[in-house]
């Protein structure tokens, strides 16, 4: 088995969570191969609540930042999500155990709806691969813990 810090996937993790992960149908879209290996992650989300805990006002846009390396083949998956209309699940699995390229296990994730409203290419030494800096709008964010729990914050609702 081999344990991988993060990775992004492209789908819902919650949903597969809710559904087991014994889900093949599921499942195959966690498969190792098809996750990026993030290298920097980062968010910052603000939301006003009142003495009594309720949320009020709007939450502040929320952007994900994240950065992978990518093989030359791979890096128009985010380039085309550029022009999409419609927003996407990105997944972010932390300490992910992977037995014969599925995914058997995670600590948490973070599911992310939203938009990537920006892509950057960094060239690499090898030729091969590039580094590839992308920012999502989030509309919403699930927090997904390994006992499948969840923790929906709605970002794009107003109170």
Request: aromatic residues 12%; hydrophobic residues 40%.
């Given at each position: 088995m081999k344990e991988i810090k993060v990775m992004v996937f492209e789908g819902n993790l919650a949903e597969l969570a809710r559904q087991g992960l014994g889900n093949a149908v599921l499942q195959d879209r966690f498969a190792q191969q098809k996750g990026f290996t993030v290298q920097q992650f980062a968010y910052t989300c603000a939301?006003?609540?009142?003495?009594?805990?309720?949320?009020?006002?709007?939450?502040e846009s929320v952007v994900v930042d994240f950065?992978?390396?990518?093989?030359?083949?791979?890096?128009?998956?985010?380039?085309?999500?550029?022009?999409?209309?419609?927003?996407?699940?990105?997944?972010?699995?932390?300490?992910?155990?992977?037995d014969n390229g599925w995914?058997?296990?995670?600590?948490?994730?973070?599911?992310?709806?939203?938009f990537?409203?920006?892509?950057?290419?960094?060239?690499?030494?090898?030729?091969?691969?590039?580094?590839?800096?992308?920012?999502?709008?989030a509309r919403q964010l699930t927090y997904v813990h390994r006992d499948g729990s969840e923790l929906l914050l709605d970002i794009s609702q107003t109170s």
């Open positions: 939301i006003s609540r009142d003495e009594v805990r309720t949320v009020y006002g709007q939450a950065s992978i390396r990518v093989m030359r083949a791979e890096q128009t998956l985010f380039y085309e999500k550029l022009k999409d209309l419609a927003s996407s699940h990105y997944s972010f699995v932390f300490n992910g155990v992977f995914l058997k296990y995670y600590d948490n994730a973070i599911t992310v709806d939203g990537v409203v920006d892509v950057e290419e960094k060239a690499s030494n090898d030729k091969q691969q590039a580094l590839m800096f992308v920012k999502l709008l």
